[in-house]
């Protein structure tokens, strides 16, 4: 079994800069595609990034292209989410997910991944 650990959330203003990173541990990290969602207070849980095994196949939803960055270490079996120009509509609860066998047309959808981590707090002061 996947464990998965978020890290680098907090507090920043607005046009700030945050890096997430996410922690995997227990499985071939290499082995699966890799994901980030977020969950603002009140609202559902929605996607932001994936990665695929290899570093050049990146997915982002609108709102967040040309500003965050996803990316991924295999050897440290860890993946970031460089977060910059930072909005008050980017505060949210950030998680990060494990996927086996995606594909891109179903990465958005969070029922399609395997393992979740516990998230991390995102809050973009105005």
């Known amino acids: 079994q996947v464990q998965l650990v978020e890290s680098g959330g907090g507090l920043v203003q607005a046009g700030g800069s945050l890096r997430l990173s996410c922690a995997a541990s227990g499985r071939t990290f290499s082995s699966y595609f890799m994901g980030w969602f977020r969950q603002p207070p009140g609202k559902e849980r929605e996607f932001v990034a994936a990665?695929?095994?290899?570093?050049?196949?990146?997915y982002y939803t609108d709102s967040v292209k040309g500003r965050f960055t996803i990316s991924r270490d295999n050897a440290k079996n860890t993946v970031y989410l460089q977060m910059n120009s930072l909005k008050p509509e980017d505060t949210a609860v950030y998680y990060c997910?494990?996927?086996?066998?995606?594909?891109?047309?179903?990465?958005?959808?969070?029922?399609?991944?395997?393992?979740w981590g516990q998230g991390t707090q995102v809050t973009v002061s105005s």
């Open positions: 997910a494990a996927g086996a066998s995606l594909a891109p047309g179903s990465l958005r959808y969070a029922e399609e991944y395997d393992y």
């Open positions: 990665i695929s095994r290899s570093v050049s196949n990146t």
